[in-house]
């Protein structure tokens, strides 16, 4: 069935359902993983006069550790639960553009990641990924709330 699964996470307590989920699919089918976080452009989240107080290499050093953080995690439960795991951290991406390149590039089967189940103005500012995702990709995708 699937062989090849991407498990999409921020390192949120709901994407770490995610991860669960998807290990415990993969461990399953006897399935690899690749787990992935994605970044933002530094522009999208430092614009205008935040750009000079944030400057771009405290903005890229910061994401890189925490990137790390999130991927090191999963990598050590896929360790434990004897799934094999690659990591990825997708850099300078909106989190639904990375996903679904990522999954291209590695060519998976499987899409996994968390929902926010953000609504009203949080979702009008905000944007659905997971929805983005869902009508975007060319492989089924698995949604977590």
């Known amino acids: 069935m699937f062989k090849h699964i991407l498990i999409a996470t ?14 415990e699919i993969a461990k399953a089918l006897g399935a690899k993983v690749t787990a992935i ?5 530094w522009a999208a989240v430092a614009p ?11 903005y890229e050093e910061s994401v890189a550790v925490n990137a ?14 004897g799934v094999p795991c690659a990591t990825q951290h997708v ?10 390149e990522a999954a291209e590039k590695h060519a998976c089967d499987l899409i ?8 009203g103005l949080m979702r009008i500012l ?19 709330r």
């Open 10 to 23: 921020d390192g949120s307590e709901l994407a770490h359902k995610a991860v669960a989920q998807g290990l």
């Open 37 to 41: 976080t994605v970044t933002e452009p």
């Open 48 to 58: 205008g006069e935040v750009a000079m107080a944030f400057p771009i290499t405290e």
């Open 68 to 81: 790390n953080k999130i991927l090191a995690a999963v990598a050590d439960e896929a360790k434990a639960a």
């Open 91 to 100: 850099r300078d991406q909106f989190p639904a553009e990375g996903i679904i």
């Open 112 to 119: 996994v990641m968390a929902s926010h189940g953000r609504r």
């Open 126 to 144: 905000l944007g659905s990924q997971a929805t983005k995702v869902l009508t975007s990709s060319s492989v089924p995708v698995l949604v977590c």
